[in-house]
Each structure stands twice: as structure tokens, then as C-alpha cells.
């Protein structure tokens, strides 16, 4: 599976059934050679021009499952890395 193929599902919240959004990047460990964790960018608001919500950062280990049309997570976005 690729990046553009994580990109293209939505990522839903198992707790809530929240849609938080679609990854937009990943954090790779080049020590360790695994993925730490994936972005999802803040939100914007009237095309940008009021700015945007935070980005997520959730762990890699919070994805329970990849589906065909969306990837399952059960975090919450890591302490202290909502990022803009």
C-alpha cells in the first residue's frame, strides 16, 4: 500500500464515529526503519483566509484497521504534537 492510497480513505474515530480527516503525510523512523505516526491537516477555513484547525498527529499503532474505504483509529492525537 502506498501513501496516495492511505491518502484517498477517510480516518475515522472507532470512540466517536468522528471523520477527522485523510492522512496527509507520515512520520518514518529511519533508525528503527517503521512508521510513527501520520498527519492529518488542519482544516481550512473560508478557503484559508481565517486560517486553519490544528494538524493531528496520531501514533501509527492507533490504526486498527485499513479498510477498503477508510482507516479505523482508536487515539487520541498525541500529547503536545498538534501541529499547524
Same mark, same amino acid.
Given at each position: 500500500?502506498? *501513501?496516495?492510497? +492511505?491518502? !484517498?480513505?477517510? =480516518? &475515522?474515530?472507532?470512540?466517536?464515529? $468522528? !471523520? +477527522?480527516?485523510?492522512?496527509?503525510? &507520515? =512520520?518514518? #523512523? $529511519?533508525? %528503527?526503519?517503521? *512508521?510513527?505516526? =501520520?498527519? +492529518?491537516?488542519? @482544516?481550512?477555513? /473560508?478557503?484559508?483566509?481565517?486560517? /486553519? #484547525?490544528?494538524?493531528? =498527529? +496520531?501514533?501509527? $499503532?492507533? &490504526?486498527?484497521? &485499513? %479498510?477498503?474505504?477508510?482507516?479505523?483509529?482508536?487515539? $487520541?492525537?498525541?500529547?503536545?504534537?498538534? @501541529?499547524?
Amino acid at each position: 500500500m502506498t *501513501l496516495r492510497d +492511505l491518502s !484517498n480513505k477517510d =480516518v &475515522i474515530q472507532l470512540k466517536t464515529g $468522528e !471523520n +477527522l480527516g485523510r492522512i496527509d503525510d &507520515i =512520520v518514518f #523512523d $529511519e533508525r %528503527g526503519a517503521r *512508521l510513527q505516526s =501520520v498527519i +492529518l491537516r488542519g @482544516r481550512a477555513h /473560508c478557503f484559508g483566509l481565517l486560517g /486553519c #484547525d490544528d494538524d493531528l =498527529v +496520531l501514533p501509527w $499503532e492507533s &490504526i486498527k484497521t &485499513i %479498510g477498503t474505504d477508510a482507516i479505523m483509529v482508536d487515539a $487520541e492525537p498525541l500529547p503536545g504534537t498538534r @501541529r499547524r
